[in-house]
């Protein structure tokens, strides 16, 4: 019945103890800022490594838009530029240097004669291989002393953490956004 007392007993918890919930904590926050700062400084390191040492003549951006086309292809010129956030003009002159090379074709859409799609050519796809292997042995090697399931548990949560990253970047300078004005609102009062 309501209201009777079922006999369990739950003890308050001590005052002395950290109430745990899922809210994170300001300082939790400040130390995850300061933890994602540190990785993209050392990605930028490891980007200019990488452009030092890149055995196959290409370029980082290259890279990146054959991986795009491979993964995601066909695609229209225009539909790729906005995929990785860079001028139409730019990534059409990066395109033309793919095709070129022979890692991307050009075929026309089914969809509109007029225009045409992106596709990566054998070549293309060979070369994104090779580039996975390389990245993905050196992830093994990073790794090598993680469980099985901390990487996993990493891998969920860097990719919840890159979605929610991805979707409020884009915020992040609009003139009428201001987090500190928020952060301000929902900070702890001093009691006088």
């Not at 009777?4 to 003890?11: F, H, I, M, Y």
């Not at 103890?17 to 939790?28: F, G």
Request: charged letters at 30%.
């Amino acid at each position: 019945m309501a209201g009777q007392d079922t006999g369990s007993v739950v003890a308050p918890a001590p005052a002395d103890l950290p109430q745990l919930d899922d809210a994170p904590q300001r300082d939790d926050i400040a130390e995850l800022a300061t933890t994602f700062s540190d990785l993209m400084r050392a990605f930028t390191r490891a980007r200019q490594q990488y452009l030092a040492r890149d055995r196959t003549g290409g370029e980082w951006t290259l890279h990146v838009l054959l991986s795009r086309v491979v993964n995601e292809g066909p695609l229209r010129a225009s539909a790729l530029a906005e995929m990785v956030d860079s001028d139409p003009s730019t990534v059409s002159r990066q395109v033309a240097q793919l095709v070129k090379d022979g890692c991307l074709e050009r075929r026309s859409d089914p969809a509109d004669g007029r225009a045409s799609l992106l596709v990566a050519s054998e070549r293309g796809r060979e070369l994104h291989r090779e580039h996975l292997q390389v990245r993905n042995e050196h992830f093994r090697q990073m790794l090598d002393e993680w469980g099985e399931r901390d990487i996993r548990s990493f891998s969920e949560l860097l990719h919840r953490f890159t979605v929610d990253f991805e979707n409020n970047r884009k915020t992040w300078f609009d003139e009428d956004t201001d987090p500190t004005r928020d952060a301000a609102s929902t900070a702890p009062r001093r009691e006088s």
